[in-house]
């Protein structure tokens, strides 16, 4: 295995960049991230991280301490010794559902103006079929050298996304030239030790991959809520199904779990931009809009449950919210079905009192003195007419029921991520409802 240090630069350095930037120092290349954010680029350089993500501080820390991991708003800077430039830029939805290559493309014509020497040029962002052609193209219009675009999708998970980035099930590198070929195997090869495999593959192909895999998780996910709901109405538990059907190795057991619907900033967009891609080249890909629909109506779901229990009339009554972040593990609350909840509530003309272990600044941000923002999980309890659960984060899974109990003005949960047990709820004499599993009633009214 012909190993070398390299010189790498990432551009953007968001979840993506600083997870790839500060796990490519981890393996002693040299790395300086880029990013048009000068607050964000500030931060960093005093050392201090910007998001949460476990198990990155430390790392951050480490390489940035030993001089392997800089950070610069100026492009030319990041990329004048690097031989290998990855681009984790923002590719959000465009009007037309379409993924929009602005920042990429932009990018992209800003380094065929830099560039003097070969250079592998890298989208580690997820970007349609066809995206590694324009950045060459992009890049060409002004630069006439040697240089390739390689696609290489980023498969993280946020929130286990260090381990992830380290130990990946699998690399892609879409590339039909041998040289960026060989510097990308090198790059990774520490990344693979224990033989998980690097897939080499055309451009089109690595494209089209990480679509095919969000779009499959995400048709999982709203799988699993349509017979979460069906078991409602069938008189079934999903936890049962779910197990039963999960042991089989065809299925799998992981990503069964029915909830309040998928959200971040991936499955959402990269669903519906694969359905845009699909409808470009007249392809009507439906299961994947019937996914979509789905899942706009799963992360509201609890909403006409809460109305039943309240008799239709939520003005002037308090809910308190467990978890903002669209998943545990995380601060990102980019769709996060938590704010849809939020917004139906206020709109009802009831008041919310949330808590998030990492994600409350995030949406302060976004919603100001709109709810209150509690110090702890129990104090957003305090005369609340119901809690509802919309993340899993694992501090919420043991609670004190007795606390619960005492601060909420009535024993009603709603919970849209299943995690308390119904014979312990149904003990407590709680009134509680989970997704494709029986409503516990308890003797109290509204
Ligand atoms: N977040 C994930 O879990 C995840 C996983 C796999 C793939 N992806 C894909 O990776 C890409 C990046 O996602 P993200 O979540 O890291 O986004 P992000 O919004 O967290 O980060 C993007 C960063 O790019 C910066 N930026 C914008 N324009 C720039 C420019 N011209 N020059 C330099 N920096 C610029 C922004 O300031 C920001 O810091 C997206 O295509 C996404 O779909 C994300």
């Not at 465009?94 to 830099?114: F, R, T």
Request: negative net charge; charged residues 25%.
């Amino acid at each position: 295995m012909a190993l070398h240090i390299m010189n790498i630069a990432v551009v953007g350095t968001g979840y993506v960049g600083l997870v790839t930037g500060t796990c490519f120092a981890e393996t002693g290349n040299h790395v300086t991230c880029v990013d048009i954010d000068a607050a964000k680029v500030e931060k960093l350089n005093s050392g201090t991280i910007t998001i949460y993500e476990p198990g990155l501080e430390k790392l951050f820390i480490r390489n940035q301490k030993e001089g392997r991991l800089h950070f610069t708003t100026i492009l030319k800077d990041a990329v004048a010794d690097a031989e290998i430039i990855f681009l984790a830029l923002p590719t959000p939805p465009g009007e037309v559902g379409s993924a929009d290559l602005k920042y990429i493309l932009g990018v992209a014509h800003d380094l065929g103006k830099i560039i003097t020497d070969y250079k592998v040029i890298v989208d580690k962002s997820t970007v349609p079929v066809g995206t590694a052609a324009k950045v060459h193209q992009a890049i060409a219009e002004n630069y006439k050298g040697a240089f390739a675009v390689v696609s290489n999708p980023e498969f993280l998970r946020e929130g286990v996304a260090v381990e992830d980035f380290m130990k990946p099930d699998r690399v892609v590198i879409g590339t039909s030239d041998d040289r960026a070929r060989k510097l990308m195997g090198d790059l990774f090869a520490p990344f693979v030790r224990s033989g998980n495999p690097v897939i080499y593959m055309d451009e089109h192909s690595a494209e089209l991959t990480k679509y095919a895999a969000n779009a499959f998780l995400a048709v999982k996910i709203s799988f699993m809520n349509e017979i979460a709901r069906l078991c409602e109405k069938l008189g079934a538990d999903v936890d049962m199904v779910r197990r039963g059907i999960g042991s089989d190795e065809r299925i799998g057991k992981r990503f069964l779990f029915p909830g309040i619907g998928y959200g971040g900033s991936c499955f959402p967009k990269d669903v519906q931009a694969l359905v845009k891609s699909a409808s470009d080249v007249q392809y009507d890909f439906r299961i994947l809009d019937a996914v979509m629909k789905v899942n706009d109506a799963q992360k509201t779901i609890l909403i006409p449950r809460i109305l039943d229990y309240f008799k239709g009339n939520l003005k002037g009554k308090k809910f308190a919210i467990w978890g903002l972040a669209f998943k545990p593990n995380t601060d990102d609350i980019r769709e996060a079905p938590a704010l849809y909840i939020i917004d139906a509530l206020r709109e009802a003309g009831a008041t919310v009192s949330a808590f998030d272990p990492e994600a409350m600044n995030n949406v302060k941000q976004l919603l100001g003195d709109n709810i209150h923002f509690a110090a702890n999980q129990y104090e957003a309890l305090e005369a609340a007419d119901a809690l509802i659960i919309a993340t899993e984060w694992n501090e919420f899974r043991t609670p004190s029921f007795d606390k619960i109990g005492s601060l909420l003005r009535n024993k009603v949960i709603f919970d849209g991520r299943n995690i308390f047990d119904l014979a312990q709820m149904e003990q407590l004499g709680y009134h509680y409802e989970s997704i494709g599993r029986k409503t516990i009633h308890s003797n109290h009214g509204s």
